[in-house]
């Protein structure tokens, strides 16, 4: 079975700063990992995904994932946050092609001008 | 590419009421699509999965008698909530996956838009 873990149900960060967005995982077989973020009243927006490969995947509006299979985790980042950033992120994982996604609880981003 | 749309976005109907949600994908074809439900400030939960042409697959705890899906073709899924109650009023989101050769993203969920529900 699979399961997330999001560390933080809120953060904030000052526009320019870096944010970090944590996410563990449990798999019994090697995991897919995928970051979605949703903005209010919306549906769910893939960032970037992670199957096999190369373990740092980069993602759409400058966002970046490690899959770090030694600490099953799987952290979001962007080097410098930008107010339209302010969303709710969430890591999901699955067990591979062709199974169901297992969502975290979200995050959810606030930037500060 | 990779569109996926939902009709209504928002309902708002009487207790005893049955109320039809489609999801469309716009782009591409979708054997398998996924019913989600998202409780205010909670993350998605799985409902069902939908498979074009045959019987969908309901997690565990989720009542099919009362949540029917119908995936008539490859681009359509029907989520029909029956006899709907304030309990069921909820955020209703679905997916579909891109399974086709030379997809954008094969096994890649697109997510629709979202369906408010809200019963009185």
């Known amino acids: 079975a699979q399961s997330v873990t999001q560390l933080g149900s809120h953060v904030s960060v000052s526009e320019g700063a870096l944010v970090l967005l944590r996410c563990n995982y449990s798999?019994?077989?090697?995991?897919?990992l995928f970051w979605y973020v949703q903005y209010p009243n919306q549906g769910l927006q893939l960032l970037l995904k992670y199957t096999t490969g190369a373990t740092l995947v980069k993602g759409i509006n400058g966002f970046e994932a490690e899959f770090k299979k030694s600490e099953t985790s799987f952290h979001l980042t962007k080097p410098s946050a930008h107010m339209s950033d302010a969303a709710e992120y969430f890591c999901?994982?699955?067990?591979?092609?062709?199974?169901?996604?297992?969502f975290g609880a979200g995050t959810i981003l606030r930037v500060k001008s | 590419g990779a569109v996926v749309s939902q009709h209504p976005s928002r309902v708002i109907c009487k207790s005893g009421t049955s109320v039809k949600i489609e999801c469309r994908s716009l782009d591409f074809q979708a054997t398998t699509m996924f019913w989600y439900r998202q409780f205010p400030k909670q993350s998605l939960m799985l409902m069902a999965t939908s498979n074009e042409g045959s019987k969908a697959t309901y997690e565990q705890g989720v009542e099919k008698d009362k949540f029917l899906i119908n995936h008539a073709s490859l681009t359509l899924s029907t989520l029909t909530v029956t006899s709907a109650h304030p309990e069921d009023s909820s955020f209703y989101i679905c997916?579909?996956?891109?399974?086709?050769?030379?997809?954008?993203?094969?096994?890649?969920?697109?997510f629709g838009p979202g369906t408010r529900l809200t019963v009185l």
């Open positions: 798999s019994s077989v090697p995991p897919y």
């Open positions: 999901a994982v699955s067990a591979g092609y062709g199974n169901k996604l297992v």
């Open positions: 997916s579909a996956r891109d399974e086709t050769s030379g997809g954008l993203e094969p096994d890649t969920q697109y």
